[in-house]
């Protein structure tokens, strides 16, 4: 009995041993399972034809690394933002959308429609949220939006503390705006899932200056369930002078 004993634990281990090793010709190699972490250039990455054009990213997926992981970065991009880009090209495929601009499909949109809504918010969203990133933050808005912060939140830090508390207090999936009515008076709030404040009967209307993305998909692999912090690390990725010429913009 204790040469059996003996015997079924010598096989055991070799099992082990074996189970970490690969033949390549004669020779065993060992197996090494390391997840990579080339993601390859956003520029490589491409979508279906159709009426809507993928927008790719102006940095690399590691650009952000310190607040915002490379990972994330490209799941985010060639594999969310992608899906809803195709998805929204099948939705408007023969369909009048198809020879609108995405901002005249999210204005006269059916919200009964839950295809096009879903994938058409998808990519507008996203094309904003992935356009007003930089590495290289100024920290603060200048010029016009800047005094229009001032005007309508009394300062910076009011308007930062009311966009995060929008963002963290959106229940589930979502977004958080900063948005500008016709009149030019800046306002924040959120909406859920890829809705936005262009569409018709949401809680904020209005055009958008910045977005900011609260699914869990943009911030969980480095933040887990700590929203806060992401939404904090946020800041520092802002690019003002897109959001700036957004504002400017949707003033003329």
Known sequence: MKKLVQWAFVAIAFSAVTSCVAVVGNTAQPVVNVESTDYGKPSDVTANEGAFKIKTLKHNYDAFSKYVDAKTMYIHFSKHYVGYLNNLNKAVEGKPQANMTIEEVLKTLDTSNAALRN??????????YFDLMTPNSTGKPTGKLADAINRDFGSFENFKKQFSDAGAKQFGSGWAWLVTDASGK????????????????????????????????AYYLKYQNKRADYIEAFFNVIDWNVASDYYEKAMK
């Open 119 to 128: 994938n058409a918010g998808g990519y507008y969203n996203h094309n904003l």
């Open 186 to 217: 800046l306002k924040v709030g959120s909406t859920a899932n890829q809705d936005n404040p262009l569409m018709p009967g949401m809680s904020i209307s209005g055009t958008p200056v910045l977005a900011m993305d609260v699914w869990e998909h």
